[in-house]
């Protein structure tokens, strides 16, 4: 590919971007779409992120349903007296905003607003980046969905703390993918964190479509793993277990927000 390809060249597609359900698989190999739907835990777990909790994973890309709806750790505290009434919110659905430089693309992610959060705006203005020590989490965010990355930085950058601090052991890591490295130099200094999907093609799909084997490329440029961190099942690109991305596509052609599809109903 040729490096000189100009930045103006950065484009955001509404019609390419999408919400997803999204899992991760482990180990490397594509699963048929029954494995996906039906294998339990075995072999895959949903991705989640929730907001206003209690727990100290609020924010943090989660693996797992440690703290699904179901489970009462995630919800005792909204009913205790004196603590008045909380509004937690569970997201399982994630909006790809897809971005083409030449003949390569690379996604915004952020919350969705679908299924139960349908009606949330604009209360998950959040975009997924990395901690310092490259767990992955929603950063609270004022720029717009689908704005070009080459915007002009804020004067201010908030930066989000790791969920264990003070215990983190730095381990070798792979270094940045060189094959995807114009994308990376673009995401330095700049407002939108990109990330990469390795295997995907988004003009392909189709409401409905799932597609797993999928390897998913920080903003740093490199590879996520899981993380199992006393009890719970992080996302980081510096250490952890290797294994794939899975997504089930529930709307293509999303907008970016504030104005998410009007007539986007529960997946």
Known sequence: ????????????????????????????????????????????KPLWVEFNDWNGDDGWLMSGRDYSPEEIQS????????????????????????????????????PAYAGINVGRW??????????????????????????SPLSTPPTVAMVMPDPLPGIYVCLPTDPPADSRGLLFRYRKGKVT??????????????????????????????????????????????????GRLAIQVVHKGVPPHPHPRANAADA
């Not at 699963?31 to 996906?36: A, F, G, V, Y």
């Not at 604009?122 to 704005?147: F, H, I, K, Q, W």
């Not at 999928?214 to 277990?241: C, F, K, M, S």
Request: hydrophobic share 30%; net charge negative.
């Open 122 to 147: 604009p209360e998950l203005e959040y975009v997924l980046d990395v901690s310092r020590n490259g767990y992955l989490g929603m950063y609270p965010t004022d720029t717009p969905a689908g704005r």
């Open 1 to 44: 590919m040729n490096e000189t390809l100009p930045m103006s060249e950065y484009i955001f597609q509404p019609l390419l971007s999408f919400n997803a359900k999204c899992y991760w698989q482990f180990g490397e190999e594509p699963l048929s779409d029954r494995e996906l739907l039906t294998s339990r835990g075995e072999r895959v």
């Open 75 to 110: 919800f005792v505290r909204d009913t205790l007296p004196l603590t008045g009434p909380r509004q937690r919110i569970y997201c399982e659905y994630f909006w790809f905003g897809v971005y083409r430089i030449g003949d390569l693309y690379a996604y915004e992610i952020r």
């Open 193 to 242: 964190p990109l990330w990469t999907l390795g295997g995907l093609e988004p003009d392909t799909l189709k409401e409905g479509d799932i597609r797993t084997g999928l390897e998913l490329y920080g903003p740093t440029g490199r590879i996520v793993r899981r993380l199992i961190e006393q009890g719970r099942a992080y996302l980081n690109d510096r250490t952890g277990h290797r």
